[in-house]
């Protein structure tokens, strides 16, 4: 089956900028605080439950992994970018990261504890992102958590460069409530939620999301 053109522009785009996206993008530690909040306490609640390990999905070149698994999680990421993920296991070689689409994930029903999402749902089209949060759905544990976050509005942007290099994907913003909706729809409870305007380094409102999969009755 021919591989979707949203995946595979996503995939040439950050094999393309990854190494000025480690050059660019903050580290975890420099953060700002609610967004390490956010972390810290979804690290808690995963290791509290005890369902499984966490899967950052999307996650780049897998500081955001390490930053979990430093809080005391088992983790591991997945990444379309080959490049990306060969960056992640060059910096962290005593953590896993594989290759894989949040679309069709390898991994067994109810296997993860925890999925985190940070901003990596961005770039799939609005109409794909029902099948990805099935999928979240499908892998979590009963009781297991997703954190998402990412940029929330209501466009679509078509950049040409990123990260100082040509790009060819796309960015769908959503509102925050049709997000909440959707998650919704594939069975999973949104339980907190943070909105943040824009400040900083940041031009574009943001927001994290919690949620649970319930428990089995």
């Given at each position: ?21 480690v050059?660019r ?21 995963v ?11 999307g996650?780049?070149?897998g ?25 992640a ?9 594989t ?47 997703l ?11 078509q950049p040409?460069?990123?990260y100082?290099?040509?790009v ?16 919704d729809q ?24 919690l ?7």
């Amino acid at each position: 089956m021919a591989e979707h053109s949203f995946l595979t522009a996503v995939r040439e785009s950050y094999d393309t900028v990854a190494v000025e996206y480690v050059e660019r993008v903050p580290p975890p530690a420099e953060m700002d605080p609610l967004s390490r909040a956010m972390l810290a306490g979804f690290a808690e609640l995963v290791r509290t439950a005890g369902l499984g390990p966490v899967a950052d999905l999307g996650c780049g070149p897998g500081r955001v992994t390490a930053h979990l698994a430093g809080l005391g999680v088992s983790a591991f990421g997945v990444d379309l970018s080959p490049k990306m993920i060969g960056l992640a296991r060059h910096a962290y070689p005593n953590l896993r990261f594989t290759e894989g689409s949040m679309t069709a994930l390898e991994m067994r029903d109810d296997e993860l504890g925890g999925i985190l999402a940070w901003y990596s749902t961005h770039h799939t089209p609005p109409q794909w992102l029902p099948d990805v949060f099935a999928e979240f759905h499908r892998t979590l544990a009963p009781g297991g958590y997703l954190l998402w976050g990412d940029y929330v509005g209501d466009e679509r942007l078509q950049p040409t460069h990123g990260y100082g290099r040509p790009v060819s994907y796309e960015s769908y913003l959503l509102p925050l409530d049709r997000i909440i909706g959707l998650l919704d729809q594939a069975g999973l409870v949104v339980t907190a939620r943070l909105e943040q305007e824009p400040g900083g380094r940041v031009n574009r409102p943001r927001a994290c999301l919690l949620a649970r999969k319930p428990e089995a009755p």
